[in-house]
């Protein structure tokens, strides 16, 4: 796999606090990759600080962009992936629960087996993973068990805010796309899976939850994930939405309209 330029999408909501910080260790990170790297930070909504403190160190590597109102962190991903150059396109989560020194180690797990998609999984044997809930654990299991009987992926975890794809998977799936806030990955995931782009492995991360509010899971975000993937398997089996055959259904938002010349 050749890569000479890697884009690294970062959503952000409310982190004013750490943004700063946060683009900062990404950066860190990526100098000492063999390849060339540009930063997207997306604040999904100019709710706080986030833009204007990410906007005070945008440079030619780091670039900051955004929007007025809360969308939900599936739309800030793909608002950074259509203004993205690589020929990968990685996306992590602002306020560092995961470690972006995975990156690299993802990367290199992506050249290892020629993946279409690298996704970090809190379960992949290598991982270390800190202060993670026992709900949230038997949550992500129950979650993978459906996923894969409902679309056949064959990862251990699909909801981790971290991931890599290749450009080529990203051109065709984004503009099949429809959700935007709580199942966004796994639309991602089973529409490439669906389209041929067979090879989505899992790859370790580090993760230290002790400082994020990870104890509960809502009802109602649980209930709206779920109505969300039964909604993805029925557009997908039953709808044939995400089928080329019925481009003229799909949603059309410029603002995620994906260039797709590199360069």
């Not at 969308?71 to 629960?97: L, P, S």
């Not at 782009?197 to 809502?218: N, Q």
Request: hydrophobic share 40%.
């Amino acid at each position: 796999m050749q890569l000479n330029l890697l884009s690294v999408i970062v959503p952000a909501y409310k982190q004013e606090k750490t943004i700063i910080k946060d683009l900062k260790n990404i950066e860190s990170v990526l100098t000492q990759l063999n390849c060339d790297y540009e930063i997207i930070c997306v604040a999904d909504g100019k709710i706080d600080k986030t833009f204007e403190k990410a906007k005070k160190i945008a440079s030619q590597k780091i670039k900051v962009v955004g929007y007025r109102e809360n969308r939900g962190k599936g739309y800030a991903v793909r608002y950074g992936m259509a203004r993205a150059k690589g020929e990968v396109v990685a996306f992590i989560d602002a306020g560092m629960d995961i470690n972006p020194r995975g990156l690299p180690m993802l990367l290199e797990h992506m050249k290892w087996y020629d993946s279409d998609v690298i996704v970090g999984s809190i379960r992949h044997s290598a991982s270390k993973v800190i202060g993670y809930p026992l709900k949230r654990r038997i949550f992500s299991v129950g979650y993978h068990f459906l996923t894969r009987f409902l679309f056949g992926l064959r990862i251990t975890d699909s909801q981790r805010g971290i991931k890599i794809f290749k450009r080529e998977v990203l051109e065709k799936v984004l503009p099949r796309m429809i959700v935007k806030k709580f199942s966004f990955d796994i639309e991602m995931l089973a529409v490439a899976y669906h389209l041929g782009f067979k090879k989505i492995h899992d790859g370790p991360v580090e993760m230290d939850a002790r400082k994020f509010k990870y104890s509960s899971i809502r009802y109602t975000t649980v209930s709206s994930m779920f109505i969300d993937t039964l909604a993805i398997f029925y557009r997908l089996h039953l709808l044939r939405y995400y089928s080329s055959k019925n481009k003229r259904k799909w949603v059309y938002d410029p603002d995620l309209d994906m260039n797709i010349n590199i360069g």
